[in-house]
């Protein structure tokens, strides 16, 4: 089975954020409505993962399976919680760019030669380049949190 496509409400950005750094392509943006976010998420048989009841409850009239999330959890719990909904128990890292969905490229030096400042072209050696949005990605100085972050999730995922 394909990995699934999220429509993420609104209200959810950072979830949107962590589903695609987990590598699962999260559609988020300022929707004209419920009935648009519904309807997209139809159309590209995807799952809508929201905290309003109402919203979730509209869509799954229509058969547009929805993943209802606890508004009190934190961060890694709702990130948990939409995966585990989906019996889903692998992440993958670095796959999807967190900024435009697009597909991540394993690059080297070459490739990125311009697109990133001297200094950390020449502190790293390898760098993850999106096609779509043109951005590149390092395991800079961030990426310790991102990493032990993803590495709890992942751990909660195989509970
Ligand atoms: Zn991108």
């Given at each position: 089975?394909?990995?699934?496509?999220?429509?993420?409400?609104?209200?959810?950005?950072?979830?949107?954020?962590?589903?695609?750094?987990?590598?699962?392509?999260?559609?988020?943006?300022?929707?004209?409505?419920?009935?648009?976010?519904?309807?997209?998420?139809?159309?590209?048989?995807?799952?809508?993962?929201?905290?309003?009841?109402?919203?979730?409850?509209?869509?799954?009239?229509?058969?547009?399976?929805?993943?209802?999330?606890?508004?009190?959890?934190?961060?890694?719990?709702?990130?948990?919680?939409?995966?585990?909904?989906?019996?889903?128990?692998?992440?993958?890292?670095?796959?999807?760019?967190?900024?435009?969905?697009?597909?991540?490229?394993?690059?080297?030096?070459?490739?990125?030669?311009?697109?990133?400042?001297?200094?950390?072209?020449?502190?790293?050696?390898?760098?993850?380049?999106?096609?779509?949005c043109?951005?590149?990605f390092?395991?800079?100085?961030?990426?310790?949190?991102?990493?032990s972050?993803l590495?709890?999730?992942?751990?909660?995922?195989?509970?």
């Amino acid at each position: 089975m394909p990995n699934p496509i999220f429509f993420v409400d609104e209200m959810l950005n950072d979830l949107a954020i962590s589903l695609r750094l987990c590598g699962f392509v999260s559609i988020y943006k300022k929707w004209e409505s419920d009935d648009a976010l519904i309807s997209e998420a139809k159309e590209a048989n995807g799952f809508i993962i929201t905290s309003d009841r109402a919203l979730s409850k509209q869509g799954e009239k229509i058969g547009v399976s929805a993943i209802l999330v606890p508004v009190w959890s934190g961060k890694r719990e709702k990130l948990v919680f939409v995966l585990k909904a989906l019996k889903i128990n692998e992440i993958y890292p670095e796959t999807i760019c967190t900024v435009c969905n697009g597909t991540l490229e394993r690059a080297g030096k070459d490739k990125v030669v311009g697109k990133v400042p001297e200094t950390v072209l020449s502190a790293f050696s390898e760098f993850m380049l999106c096609p779509s949005c043109g951005r590149v990605f390092w395991q800079g100085s961030h990426w310790k949190r991102i990493k032990s972050f993803l590495d709890e999730v992942s751990n909660l995922l195989k509970e």
